[in-house]
């Protein structure tokens, strides 16, 4: 009889755990990034997070690194852009619209980054072409 006792303590601590686990898996699928979104990192901290694929109006916004230097960021629905920087080559800005599958938008002198990432998922790379 205690025998039994013990394994059903077991089977129950057991169901509890599974329970919490499916709690927190399900959370998680709901409150997780399903489609387009923009990553905005300076200095290498994420200063926002942008769902483009919920953008009605386009709208800009500055981010101003630790150094002074400031970028304006373009966003539209489906893409984003850097269209204004201090700093003097501009390459970010000449980057223009990125909106998938694409390399990151960088500016170095001012230490801003924009990543666009599908499903939450960041991208690791980018190949195209023939790597020999």
């Given at each position: 009889?205690?025998?039994l006792k013990k394994n059903l303590a077991?089977?129950?601590?057991f169901a509890l755990i599974a329970a919490?686990?499916?709690?927190?898996?399900?959370?998680?699928?709901?409150?997780?990034?399903?489609?387009?979104?923009?990553?905005?990192?300076?200095?290498?901290?994420?200063?926002?997070?942008?769902?483009?694929?919920?953008?009605?109006n386009p709208y800009e916004f500055t981010?101003?690194?630790?150094?002074?230097?400031?970028?304006?960021?373009?966003?539209?629905?489906?893409?984003?852009?850097?269209?204004?920087?201090?700093?003097?080559?501009?390459?970010?800005?000449?980057?223009?619209?990125?909106?998938?599958?694409?390399?990151?938008?960088?500016?170095?002198?001012?230490?801003?980054?924009?990543?666009?990432?599908?499903?939450?998922?960041?991208?690791?790379?980018?190949?195209?072409?023939?790597?020999?």
């Open positions: 009889m205690a025998e077991w089977v129950g601590a919490a686990c499916a709690i927190v898996i399900v959370c998680r699928a709901n409150t997780a990034p399903h489609g387009k979104t923009a990553k905005i990192l300076s200095d290498g901290e994420t200063v926002r997070v942008v769902d483009l694929e919920n953008v009605k981010v101003t690194s630790k150094d002074g230097g400031a970028n304006t960021v373009r966003v539209e629905n489906g893409r984003v852009a850097v269209t204004g920087a201090s700093c003097p080559d501009k390459i970010c800005v000449k980057r223009g619209f990125i909106s998938g599958a694409q390399p990151p938008i960088v500016c170095l002198p001012n230490k801003l980054t924009v990543v666009v990432t599908d499903g939450g998922k960041d991208i690791d790379a980018v190949t195209g072409g023939d790597a020999q």
